[in-house]
């Protein structure tokens, strides 16, 4: 059973400062890895995607990396802003089906 | 509009009762999802459909029955309503063609439930 882990479970940097949020899963079989954001109130919302093949993903601020060998992956949020606070998501979707199983997430806060 | 809708939004009720929660979409996605969020915890899923007659248990089905009405509709019912069922209800929709394989799920806002 694939096993998601994310720590710290809370974090507190100012604004400006890079954010560096860890996921580790216990089973390297895995499809692809996903970061979601999820804000109170509302659903869970895709930030990044990378595929099994792949070892990093970028949009904006947002860089993920993926080390399929170590089960670990990390998403690197640049000069924080207070909007970017919110609880961030890891996902891994298994190599025979498209089940999701999820980290219990980072709750970020950016203080202006 | 949202393309991935939940109703209701929030919801108390008492132990023993029946509760409908529904999700609806409009991204025309063949798969959709249920799953439940509690403190400390990741979302787990309770049940799946891949289509309107595909319909397949997740992790924590115990408890839980879904209702595929429709491409577009998909319902989660619980039986007989106890405490350890309050938590965070999400709905999620997926195409892993129109994804181009990556199969991204898009959630609902949540349907937040209270069983005393």
């Known amino acids: 059973k694939q096993e998601v882990t994310q720590i710290p479970a809370a974090l507190s940097v100012p604004e400006g400062e890079n954010l560096v949020l860890n996921c580790s899963f216990t089973d390297s079989a895995i499809y692809n890895l996903q970061w979601f954001r999820q804000d109170p109130g509302k659903g869970l919302t895709s930030l990044l995607l990378i595929q099994s093949s792949q070892r990093e993903q970028t949009s904006g601020r947002l860089n993920a990396s993926l080390d399929k060998s170590s089960g670990r992956s990390t998403l690197y949020i640049a000069a924080s802003q207070p909007g970017d606070s919110a609880t961030y998501l890891c996902?891994?979707?298994?190599?025979?089906?498209?089940?999701?199983?999820f980290g219990a997430g980072t709750t970020v806060t950016v203080r202006a | 509009d949202a393309d991935v809708t939940q109703t209701p939004r929030n919801r108390i009720t008492k132990t023993g009762k029946r509760i409908m929660l529904e999700c609806s979409q409009t991204?025309?996605?063949?798969?959709m999802y249920w799953y439940r969020q509690d403190p400390g915890l990741g979302l787990r899923l309770i049940y799946y459909?891949?289509?309107?007659?595909?319909?397949n248990k997740g992790e924590i089905s115990d408890g839980y029955s879904v209702s595929r009405q429709a491409q577009a509709k998909f319902s989660l019912s619980l039986e007989s309503a106890i405490p350890n069922q309050t938590a965070l209800y999400f709905c999620?929709?997926?195409?892993?063609?129109?994804?181009?394989?990556?199969?991204?799920?898009?959630f609902g806002p949540g349907t937040r439930l209270t069983v005393l």
């Open positions: 996902a891994v979707s298994p190599s025979d089906d498209y089940k999701l199983s």
């Open positions: 999620a929709t997926s195409d892993l063609f129109a994804s181009g394989g990556t199969d991204t799920q898009y």
């Open positions: 459909s891949f289509d309107v007659k595909d319909i």
């Open positions: 991204k025309g996605h063949d798969r």
